[in-house]
């Protein structure tokens, strides 16, 4: 004879228990209270991780900027320029270019253009009362009247040599000798020598030469005439295809020097501005090396708020586990709050770096260039430090007993 089944009490319908989950919403509520109830150290936190993203971010837009500009400039001022000037024999003596060199270079195929200066030993002084041996450090050279169009520059104030002016006591000052003497405005007179020159213009900055913005120029047959210069031209300037400009390198200085092509040397003035870029870019380099060690500093500081924060905390963490929180729970509250604290340094940081390379480079004059990577890049380096520095107290407070926590003075 079977047994009659059990029947089991009855639960009144209830389900079993399960631990709450907490919405999204309300983990990023606990962690933002966290943060609002220590508002001078949080602010002193995110200082440090504010100034590691805004140097990072300042660096590379200003490098950006900085290479933009080098490269617009070379665009507009072109990288077909080379230039040949007189050196040293073997035995030290000054070599002398031919008076011919412009012709003789012009006779290269590829040469599109071709002209020269030549030292002039006159000395300059802004009047006759000043000493001979105040020259302000400008001198005095003879130029071609094609040279503007090689060089790619322009006058800022006055007029340039012509046909008409190149013979007589007149000359045209680069933009430093003008300041240097004290020349604002062309019409006014210096010394050459014992000779008054007029002044007739003011170039504007010579980018690709700048050592012509420290001279006074006049024109040849003036030079030879006034200054008894010998028309031996000490620098040619040369112009050529972009295709054809190391063709061209290669036969200068033999064309310019026959049998004695080693004491002419040949440059191109654009590679200074890409030696420039190479520079800029190392030096991008070590900031950007500065940056994320203050970067890490600051990550640091926000490891130590949250332990402190963990430690001062104890009987608010062992209240929330008495009434059923999970370590879980425990986990998210105080890894999202370190994840905030980090966002607000970081956020502040990419707005602090972007105004700052938009300031410099307007001072400058250049076009601001921020990379968006640059943003991007920053903002996720201060969530993963915020996940590493809220990862260990985060732990080390789901661990606490709720016994012990509450217990704790």
Wanted: aromatic share 4%; glycine share 12%; with cysteine.
């Amino acid at each position: 004879m079977s047994r009659p089944k059990r029947q089991s009490a009855p639960t009144g319908g209830l389900p079993p228990l399960k631990p709450s989950r907490l919405s999204p919403r309300d983990i990023l509520g606990l962690g933002a209270v966290g943060l609002r109830a220590r508002r001078a150290r949080v602010v002193l936190s995110a200082l440090g991780i504010a100034i590691g993203i805004a140097t990072m971010v300042a660096v590379v837009g200003l490098s950006q900027s900085s290479k933009s500009d080098l490269l617009a400039q070379l665009d507009r001022l072109g990288t077909n320029l080379l230039t040949v000037e007189a050196g040293k024999d073997a035995l030290g003596q000054e070599v002398r270019l031919p008076k011919s060199a412009v012709a003789m270079v012009e006779r290269i195929g590829p040469v599109q253009h071709a002209t020269a200066t030549g030292n002039v030993d006159a000395k300059i002084r802004r009047s006759d009362v000043v000493p001979e041996e105040r020259t302000a450090g400008v001198t005095t050279q003879a130029a071609r009247t094609d040279l503007l169009t090689a060089l790619g520059t322009h006058v800022a104030k006055g007029t340039w040599l012509n046909e008409g002016n190149e013979r007589l006591p007149v000359t045209v000052l680069g933009s430093v000798a003008a300041q240097r003497l004290g020349i604002t405005e062309p019409g006014g007179k210096i010394m050459m020598n014992d000779e008054y020159v007029v002044v007739i213009g003011i170039l504007g900055p010579v980018e690709l030469v700048p050592t012509l913005d420290c001279v006074a120029l006049v024109g040849f047959p003036a030079a030879e005439r006034y200054f008894r210069f010998d028309g031996h031209p000490s620098m040619i300037f040369e112009r050529s295809a972009d295709a054809a400009v190391e063709d061209v390198r290669a036969v200068l200085a033999r064309t310019v020097s026959p049998g004695a092509e080693g004491s002419a040397k040949v440059s191109r003035p654009s590679d200074a501005l890409a030696a420039k870029a190479a520079t800029d870019k190392g030096l991008t380099t070590l900031m950007l090396g500065l940056g994320a060690v203050a970067l890490l500093v600051g990550g640091v500081g926000v490891a130590n708020t949250m332990v402190i924060s963990v430690l001062e905390r104890r009987q608010e963490i062992g209240l929330r586990r008495a009434i059923g929180a999970t370590k879980n729970a425990i986990r998210l509250q105080f890894l999202t709050e370190s994840l905030l604290l980090s966002a607000i340094g970081g956020a502040t940081g990419a707005v602090l770096g972007a105004a700052a390379t938009y300031g410099f480079a307007l001072a400058q004059g250049w076009t601001a260039v921020i990379p968006p990577w640059s943003l991007a890049g920053g903002l996720a380096a201060t969530l993963l430090i915020g996940v590493l520095a809220g990862l260990y107290p985060a732990v080390r407070a789901s661990r606490l007993h709720p016994t012990v926590a509450l217990n704790a003075i």
